[in-house]
């Protein structure tokens, strides 16, 4: 037996689970992180948004470090508590108290980046209680109560598995293992559009931390969507300008320093601005942003673009919350047909197929804690809130016990 716990990935839900297991006393735990040297999938042939990446810290190591303070929902397991501590581990001069239960976002001045945080936790505890290995998982095999994975260098035995490998990865790798009904051929996603412009809205009341910043933030009241305001400054006072520039050069809030470097109009930098660091709130004009699920908002493919979008099905979603939105006196976007992909893909898997196999079932050793098996995020954005699920599934399986 190589490991008491085997985990598939290495990003942020991957660091969540490992978090949770490091708490119980004496598990050796073995961490498959994928290649050295990675590689993205990206949403369609612009490339300008990444949907996977395939290596060491997953999309993780890619993250914006956005957290949702509301909680509106708690993906099944995530409590106050749990959310409280490891919130306090990353970010310990946030104040996180304050906020918890009101609709805003943390933006962190330092997002978390799990293979970072990965190699620091196997410096401190060191082998056989943590190892990461640069392995990609082929395939997973029940045997007798404990598993087996196969790798390209050879296979590892454990008594748990936790599939973490991703929306786009893990359908591939159940599929493998089980039979090709595991993967929907679906991918439901957040989408980001632009609801239009709004005057004389009061100054944002942004709270500053030792760690990052608090923005405030609007939920619908069937947490379809997530509002946000931002300062429509220069090129982006025009409506749909901004929106329609976004479009051509792809989300504003992936690395700051490459867009300042590189063709950044004067609007798009004074949502940067305000985006990471809260400046320029207090405009005359502000844009209207909505972050939207949409149900099997794309079809999966074959690489290198694993997806189709089912435009059709997103631009009736969208509508609806347009037709919804809660804010008076909106001059509306012209351009109802623009979106941008949110980078939140989800419910991959074929639930009813997991529950046929046995899959997430307390007596099995294999269990999925990625968002491929969440059929709603609901609207806030979800990948910390993912880690803090990790963190507690692993601990909440009645196999935890070491057996003899």
């Excluded at 968002?371 to 990948?383: K, Q």
Aim: hydrophobic share 40%; proline share 7%; glycine share 8%.
């Amino acid at each position: 037996m190589d490991c008491d716990d085997l985990v598939i990935g290495s990003g942020l839900v991957a660091l969540g689970a490992v978090l949770g297991l490091l708490a119980e006393p004496d598990r050796r735990i073995t961490v498959l992180c994928g290649p050295q040297q990675g590689g993205f999938l990206h949403y369609d042939q612009r490339t300008l948004a990444p949907c996977a990446f395939l290596g060491s810290g997953g999309l993780g190591s890619h993250w914006h470090g956005v957290i949702p303070t509301g909680l509106r929902n708690r993906l099944g397991v995530v409590s106050d508590v749990d959310f409280h501590d490891l919130f306090r581990l990353f970010y310990p001069h946030a104040e996180i108290e304050a906020s918890v239960g009101k609709v805003s976002l943390f933006i962190p001045w330092r997002p978390i980046r799990p293979w970072a945080e990965l190699q620091r936790l196997a410096a401190l505890h060191g082998a056989p209680r943590l190892k990461l290995l640069h392995e990609s998982a082929l395939m997973i095999r029940r045997q007798s109560g404990r598993v087996q994975v196969d790798t390209a260098v050879g296979q590892r035995q454990a008594r748990r598995c936790w599939v973490a490998a991703g929306a786009l990865h893990t359908p591939t790798l159940l599929a493998a293992s089980f039979g090709p009904r595991m993967a929907r051929g679906l991918a439901s996603d957040h989408v980001q559009c632009y609801l239009g412009q709004l005057e004389g809205q009061p100054p944002p009341d942004i709270r500053y931390t030792r760690n990052g910043l608090f923005i405030p933030a609007l939920a619908d009241l069937a947490d379809r969507a997530l509002f946000t305001l931002r300062p429509a400054k220069f090129d982006f006072r025009r409506l749909d300008a901004g929106f329609e520039h976004r479009q051509i050069f792809g989300l504003p809030t992936g690395s700051l320093l490459t867009k300042l470097l590189g063709k950044l109009s004067a609007g798009l930098l004074t949502e940067v601005l305000y985006n990471r660091l809260g400046l320029m709130g207090a405009s005359r004009l502000h844009s209207v942003y909505a972050q939207v699920h949409v149900p099997d908002a794309y079809a999966m493919q074959a690489r290198p673009m694993p997806l189709q979008a089912l435009t059709d099905r997103i631009r009736v979603t969208t509508d609806a919350i347009r037709a919804t939105q809660p804010f008076a006196n909106l001059r509306s976007s012209q351009r109802p047909e623009l979106y941008l992909p949110g980078i939140h893909l989800h419910h991959t898997l074929d639930t009813v197929a997991l529950a046929a196999e046995g899959l997430n079932e307390p007596s099995t050793p294999v269990h999925v804690i990625d968002a491929s098996a969440i059929p709603d995020l609901g609207a806030e954005h979800h990948s910390f809130k993912m880690l803090v699920s990790a963190y507690r599934r692993v601990q909440r399986s009645p196999s935890a016990e070491t057996q003899p």
